[in-house]
């Protein structure tokens, strides 16, 4: 069973940084899994992903910004947030998707239960 358990959430000031970290248990985190984050509202936005290649991809509204990395620990997954704006203010999750057949398949992604993330201005 895949478990996901976020942490790092916290208030800063704009122009500030954080590092959240995920806890991975039940699979390997070197594809298909990544960030998300909702701000108030109902749907949650892709922030940065390691695709099914193993490769990191962000959002381009946190390129240069934001870096999604494996942890010192081999059950970690990592998001360096660098110059964070109140844009920013969410909360951030955790998830992971299937790998079938090569592909990253999003049915059935796991969830973490997020941690939040405010900056102020």
């Known amino acids: 069973q895949v478990q996901l358990q976020e942490s790092g959430g916290d208030s800063v000031q704009t122009g500030g940084s954080l590092t959240l970290s995920c806890v991975v248990s039940?699979?390997?985190?070197?594809?298909?899994l990544g960030w998300f984050r909702r701000s108030p509202g109902p749907e949650r936005e892709e922030v940065a992903y390691?695709?099914?290649?193993?490769?990191?991809t962000s959002d381009n509204s946190v390129k240069g910004r934001f870096t999604i990395s494996k942890g010192v620990a081999n059950n970690e997954l990592k998001l360096q947030m660098d110059r964070l704006t109140p844009a920013d203010t969410a909360m951030y999750y955790c998830?992971?998707?299937?790998?079938?057949?090569?592909?990253?398949?999003?049915?059935?992604?796991?969830w973490g239960q997020g941690t939040q993330v405010t900056v102020s201005s």
């Open positions: 998830a992971a998707d299937r790998l079938v057949l090569g592909y990253c398949v999003a049915h059935g992604r796991t």
């Open positions: 039940g699979l390997a985190i070197d594809k298909c």
């Open positions: 390691i695709d099914r290649y193993g490769r990191p």
